[in-house]
């Protein structure tokens, strides 16, 4: 399920914020909006530089709770606008979806690959 305001909201400055579980409790790291790709089959592939406590705990939960925002995309009330992702992650160390983007990344060491299972545009 992919929101009509997702694809804007990549293309313009703003942050994503990705919440995992693992053994020790939950944890959140941040990223920016235009780092984020669509790969062909609808999933989001977020790129890791470090993400290392993030990796660990979806290697234990793969449930991820993602949010991200632009203030310079229309959104439901006005200016901005902001979607809550629900999914499940993988990381992926090679083959196409990791050369994508590190081809656009060199600091890249994995790719989070995200299977969205819920889209909802939240303002």
């Known amino acids: ?13 703003g942050v994503v914020a990705i919440a995992t579980l693992g053994e020790e409790g939950p944890h959140m790291v941040n990223t ?8 062909e089959d609808g ?3 977020i790129p890791a530089g470090y993400m290392h406590k993030t990796e ?4 234990y939960n793969p449930d991820v709770v993602i949010t991200l925002a632009s203030s310079k995309v229309k959104g439901l ?3 901005g606008a902001g979607c809550l ?5 993988k990381f992926i160390t090679s083959g196409p979806e990791f050369d994508l983007l590190k081809e656009r990344f060199a600091w890249l060491r994995a790719t989070m690959a995200v299977t969205i299972e819920s889209a909802t545009q939240t303002w």
Do not use: C, F, Q
């Open 43 to 45: 999933r989001l592939l």
């Open 32 to 39: 920016w909006t235009a780092y984020l790709k669509m790969s």
């Open 56 to 59: 660990a705990n979806v290697a």
């Open 85 to 89: 992702i629900r999914g499940k992650a």
């Open 77 to 79: 009330h006005g200016p």
């Open 1 to 13: 399920m992919i929101l009509e305001v997702l694809p804007e909201l990549m293309k313009n400055d």
